[in-house]
């Protein structure tokens, strides 16, 4: 038997000043994008925006359905709309930013599984590392360095080989 420590770099910002100028620029976009989400049931709203290597930034956000598992995530409806819109631009970004109706969101909303996932495969498309940063409606900023380092021993298509 062999055990093996998986670990990653996580940068912890105190507010949105300590951010880069163009990290600053898309949390906001993020931040933004919250305004239109659809959340009639949970009343939890999240923004994504994504930085590509053209200099766009895309943004999404959640849209609940009655239907549960018929909504999407801030983070796959903007990653499959950048996608669909630039299929071979390099993503170099993604900022999420959550609040709720209910609660102040006072720390960081990471990517549920399912985004994750969705992710991950458009980092392991373009060989490059999308960088990730999250944070509530107040408080610190976390930045992790790729997707893959919140997703170790990530499911992708070398299974299916």
């Known amino acids: 038997m062999k055990k093996q420590k998986i670990s990653f770099d996580l940068t912890i910002f105190d507010d949105l000043h300590e951010l880069s100028?163009?990290?600053?620029?898309?949390?906001?976009?993020?931040?933004?994008?919250r305004i239109n989400a659809y959340a009639?049931?949970?009343?939890?709203?999240?923004?994504?925006?994504?930085?590509l290597a053209n200099g766009e930034i895309v943004t999404g956000s959640n849209q609940e359905n009655a239907s549960y598992p018929s909504g999407l995530c801030a983070e796959r409806v903007?990653?499959?709309?950048?996608?669909?819109?630039?299929p071979n631009v390099p993503i170099q970004a993604?900022?999420?930013?959550?609040?709720?109706?209910?609660?102040?969101?006072d720390k960081p909303a990471a990517p549920c599984g399912n985004c994750r996932q969705a992710i991950s495969e458009y980092e392991?498309?373009?060989e490059q590392p999308i960088a990730i940063l999250m944070m509530g409606e107040t408080g610190q900023i976390l930045k992790c360095n790729a997707l893959a380092d919140i997703l170790p021993l990530a499911f992708n298509s070398s299974f299916l080989d």
């Open 21 to 33: 100028a163009e990290h600053q620029k898309l949390m906001l976009s993020a931040i933004d994008a």
């Open 40 to 51: 009639p049931y949970s009343s939890f709203q999240v923004g994504a925006a994504i930085q």
């Open 78 to 86: 903007a990653i499959f709309y950048a996608g669909a819109k630039f």
């Open 94 to 105: 993604i900022a999420i930013s959550a609040t709720s109706l209910n609660h102040v969101v």
């Open 124 to 126: 392991i498309k373009q």
